[in-house]
T-cell receptor, first 112, second 114 residues
């Protein structure tokens, strides 16, 4: 199956700093998503971005599908950005349309 | 309030004692899915369902069963739980039509199998 690798595994920032999280995947995809899991365990969709660039406030994401990677940018980080960021991918085809494979996550800690 | 509800939230049980984790959504979503989360491994998909009576295996289906008899419910069944199924479990749902529709996650169920 498709492999997903995220880097770095851990990231510690001071409030106000910018950061870039990376997601590499081993096969062509037509579904790529970024999620945030807050310190209380709740999971939230951030982006659906199989290709191109999207922005939502201080967060933006870029996927270069031909080179099999995606980047999540966090600008002017805040303590509320702390948590785990997951990338997840899928390649629809036949009965696999609903499958989703996650990376191992990047643990982000933002200090005040 | 639109939500995905999982029960129980916490459970400690013993090896071999059948258990069911329920998942219910009130958003009339076609798609539902179960994931387990383990340290260092991220989330791994167990089973998913594209609609009523349609279920498919994810990446780690061994030891689990599911059913989708009605749209709102998608229970996860462990017929003979073992300690390696100790984990944090999440249920999720989304509308049909594709992954551009965001998933809504439940709050998680922490299972400990002794």
């Amino acid at each position: 199956g498709i492999q997903v690798e995220q880097s770095p595994p851990d990231l510690i920032l001071q409030e106000g700093a910018n950061s870039t999280l990376r997601c590499n995947f081993s096969d062509s995809v037509n579904n790529l998503q970024w999620f945030h899991q807050n310190p209380w365990g709740q999971l939230i969709n951030l982006f659906y971005i199989p290709s191109g660039t999207k922005q939502n406030g201080r967060l933006s994401a870029t996927t270069v599908a031909t080179e099999r990677y995606s980047l999540l940018y966090i600008s002017s980080s805040q303590t509320t950005d702390s948590g785990v960021y997951f990338c997840a991918v899928g390649n629809a085809g036949g009965t696999s349309y609903g499958k989703l494979t996650f990376g191992q996550g990047t643990i982000l800690t933002v200090h005040p | 309030e639109a939500q995905v509800t999982q029960n129980p939230r916490y459970l400690i049980t013993v090896t071999g004692k059948k258990l069911t984790v329920t998942c219910s959504q009130n958003m009339n979503h076609e798609y539902m899915s179960w994931y387990r989360q383990d340290p260092g491994l991220g989330l791994r998909q167990i089973y998913y369902s594209m609609n009523v009576e349609v279920t498919d295996k994810g990446d780690v289906p061994e030891g689990y069963k599911v059913s989708r008899k009605e749209k709102r419910n998608f229970p996860l069944i462990l017929e003979s739980p073992s300690p390696n199924q100790t984990s944090l479990y999440f249920c999720a749902s989304r509308p049909g039509g594709g992954w551009n529709q965001p998933q809504h996650f439940g709050d998680g169920t922490r299972l400990s199998i002794l």
